[in-house]
């Protein structure tokens, strides 16, 4: 085998790149399949959290395009709150007047509302003429004190709009982006857009279902969820203490905590196995049947005021899960049930107060003073009637006739 000739021994030294010249980049031409990123994408598809997501996105930049300025995401691809809903690789202090004169300066609005639904664009593309661009008040007060002048920018788009931008900057002694470089940020549209999407239903269902919970807890009745193993799927605090005193009674439940000693009362588990085999009973007889739901109604059989409404929750054709069992439970002390015009103008005012200023409320209704309110639900004098004046502000009314009125 030929030996390889060693250079001459007054053979020069390649000379240094001059100081402000653009650094030789090695083109590894990665792709998302290459084992090297892999970890990073797998952490995009399970990440719970879009800073969980920005955080495994930035290492697999790092990794497929490395030697880049910084990299930003703008969840708000048209900044109409310049600044807000942004995620950056390196941590930015700039005020809120800096972001405003930022996205006034920038080019790039005008130009993606001239090329909709554009996937992959660079600054080169927005402003070929370099020297047009050193002209500009954009290159002089953003691209200047923010250190870079090469830019590339993926959009994902929803319905005509431009909905989350991510952007790659180089500085000036950096090598421009690269075509394979460009070709792994067009890979990474498809799962960035997917992943983006994801996390925005799941926020979605998050602040919907905190925000049903939230009015639940303030309905005046107990709601309690129980699944099939009789465990606890969801109740509001009034169920927890409406529970204690089905189980307990009324003087008991007053001292105990009704969520530590919370048990669902053994009859509405007889209720609900009934209810089950009348339910499977009706399934079978008409298979592709629309069923009504059954309800039973419990009246306790000590404290006749305490009233359960039991049904079955179910999806329209489960096959792997059981119907749960639906309970609201009605203290009939509280509301008149008897008029179904003034339960509802009772629910509607009780609705806006708190679980705690329900009880002061209700007892100033039935005539207690506040030092007998304070008594009977071992409070302070003053902060029953800190309660009250609460109760007073949220309702509008200066007075306790006022009060007792909208609950009668």
């Keep these: 085998m030929p030996r390889k000739s060693k250079p001459p021994a007054n053979a020069k030294a390649p000379a240094p790149a001059p100081a402000g010249a653009a650094l030789e980049v090695m083109d590894r031409s990665l792709r998302l399949n290459d084992e090297e ?30 030697n880049h300025h ?25 005020p809120a007047d800096w972001w405003r004169t930022r996205a006034k300066l920038t080019p790039t609005h005008a130009w993606l509302d001239a090329h909709p639904g554009v996937k992959l664009y660079s600054l080169d593309d927005i402003v070929p003429d370099r020297q047009e661009l050193k002209r500009t008040d954009f290159f002089q007060h953003v691209l200047i004190p923010e250190g870079w ?26 090598a421009p982006f690269s075509e394979a470089e460009r070709a792994l940020m067009l890979e990474l549209h498809p799962v960035l ?10 926020e979605e269902e998050t602040i919907a279902r905190n925000s049903l919970q939230q009015f639940i807890n303030l309905l005046p009745q107990g709601i309690l ?10 109740a509001n605090h009034e169920a927890f203490d409406a529970c204690a005193v089905w189980n307990h009674g009324e003087a008991a439940a007053r001292q105990l905590n009704g969520r530590a000693v919370f048990a669902v009362p053994p009859a509405f588990l007889e209720v609900y196995h009934e209810l089950m085999g009348l339910h499977y009973t009706a399934a079978l007889a008409d298979p592709d049947g629309h069923h009504p739901p059954i309800r039973r109604r419990l009246i306790h059989p000590v404290l006749k005021h305490m009233q359960a409404d039991l049904s079955l929750f179910s999806l329209d054709d489960p096959l792997l899960s059981r119907p749960n069992l639906f309970a609201q439970i009605v203290n009939r002390t509280s509301l008149d049930t008897s008029a179904p015009a003034s339960m509802d103008r009772q629910v509607t005012v009780l ?27 071992c409070k302070g004098i003053g902060t029953v009637k800190n309660q009250i004046q609460s109760v007073f502000a949220k309702l509008e009314i200066n007075s306790r006739a006022k009060l007792i009125s909208l609950l009668r």
């Design 37 to 66: 990123l892999r970890r990073s994408l797998v952490d995009m598809q399970v990440a719970a959290s879009v800073p969980e997501l920005w955080k495994a996105l930035h290492r697999l930049l790092q990794q497929g395009i490395p």
């Design 70 to 94: 910084s990299a930003t995401l703008f969840l708000d691809a048209k900044e109409r709150n310049p600044g807000a809903l942004t995620l950056h690789s390196q941590a930015s202090r700039r």
């Design 149 to 174: 002048d090469k830019l590339l920018g993926l959009t994902l788009w929803e319905r005509g709009e431009r909905k989350s931008i991510l952007c790659l900057r180089r500085a000036p002694n950096q």
């Design 193 to 202: 857009d997917r992943n983006l999407r994801r996390l925005e239903k799941h």
């Design 225 to 234: 969820l129980v699944n099939a193993r009789h465990e606890l799927v969801f």
């Design 351 to 377: 609705t806006r107060l708190t679980q705690r200023e329900r009880e002061v409320a209700l007892l100033v209704r039935d005539g207690l003073s506040n030092e007998e309110i304070a008594q009977r639900l």
